[in-house]
């Protein structure tokens, strides 16, 4: 096995993307969701810094590679790994650890959320290079 490409754990989760689009009665944007969308920019904040703290001035990774990335909640209440998916993708394209979020970047991409408590909220995110 290839040794990882960028290896980064980052303190907390990715938030739900499931509230930072609704919109309200069909008249625009619920402003009761700007929780959600600054939980968002902050955790895309963080990927961005831990990356430029472990890789200061490497560029995006163009592909193919391989993400793996395990969601260790802090508690036993249950969580939908699908709607945090769309978030952790967006702030790896976002902190420019990824070129694109596609496909053709990451063919292969396996995100768990680990079913036992680990105490403190973490993710932590592995990239390779990706060969069929």
Known sequence: MTPPLVR??????PPSVN?????SKGR????????????KEAFEGEVW??????????APLAGPCSLRAVLYPPNRRALDGDNRDKALLDALRKAGVIA???N????HRDIT????????????????EWSE
Not at 19 to 23: A, G, I, K, L
Request: proline letters at 9%.
């Open 8 to 13: 980064l754990v980052i303190l907390g989760l």
């Open 19 to 23: 509230r930072t689009r609704r919109w």
């Open 28 to 39: 625009g944007f619920d402003p009761a969701n700007r929780r959600a969308v600054e939980d």
């Open 49 to 58: 810094a831990a990356f430029r703290m472990a890789y200061p001035g490497a």
């Open 100 to 102: 694109d979020d596609n």
């Open 104 to 107: 053709r970047v990451l063919p």
């Open 113 to 128: 959320v680990w079913p036992e408590p680990r105490g403190v909220a973490r993710t932590e995110i592995e990239i390779r």
